[in-house]
């Protein structure tokens, strides 16, 4: 059932990034406007898988506000390898190929090899217990 649990988790943040990068395209399509959608999708699949991932996952409930803001913050570090992995894909497939729906293809693979790894990382390093 918790992979079940995170499956959905992991596909809504995609969805919610990729939604929220196609979105942001609407109000900047200038230099470096995939930077720009990847940065920001990225933000908000964060903050919405952290919450589900607090709550539902790794059942924590935060002390204090200090306490959250820690735990945030180690989300945020782990979360470092994976963005590369899921940066690294997309990019690579805004470049390798001529169609422009390929980044988001990238993305989601990316994303899902990423959720993969930061679930072994949040649960060694952010949520012990």
Same mark, same amino acid.
């Given at each position: 059932?918790?992979?079940?649990?995170?499956?959905?988790?992991?596909?809504?943040?995609?969805?919610t990034?990729?939604l929220?990068?196609?979105?942001?395209?609407?109000?900047?399509d200038?230099?470096?406007s995939l930077?720009?959608?990847?940065?920001?999708?990225?933000?908000a699949?964060l903050?919405?898988?952290?919450?589900?991932?607090? *709550? #539902?996952?790794?059942?924590?409930?935060?002390?204090?506000?200090?306490?959250d803001? $820690?735990? !945030? /913050?180690?989300?945020?570090l782990?979360?470092?390898?994976?963005?590369?992995?899921?940066?690294?894909f997309?990019?690579?497939?805004?470049?390798?190929?001529?169609?422009?729906?390929? *980044? #988001?293809?990238?993305?989601?693979?990316?994303?899902?090899?990423?959720?993969?790894? $930061?679930? !072994? /990382?949040?649960?060694?390093?952010?949520?012990?217990?």
């Amino acid at each position: 059932m918790l992979a079940l649990r995170y499956s959905i988790f992991a596909l809504l943040a995609t969805l919610t990034n990729l939604l929220v990068q196609y979105v942001s395209f609407w109000f900047y399509d200038g230099v470096k406007s995939l930077y720009v959608a990847m940065f920001a999708g990225t933000l908000a699949g964060l903050v919405l898988k952290y919450v589900l991932d607090k *709550k #539902y996952i790794f059942f924590h409930t935060p002390k204090s506000k200090k306490d959250d803001s $820690k735990k !945030f /913050l180690l989300y945020c570090l782990m979360g470092i390898v994976t963005t590369a992995i899921f940066w690294g894909f997309e990019i690579g497939f805004h470049w390798a190929f001529e169609n422009e729906h390929a *980044k #988001y293809l990238g993305a989601s693979m990316g994303l899902g090899i990423g959720y993969i790894l $930061k679930y !072994f /990382l949040d649960k060694q390093f952010v949520f012990r217990s």
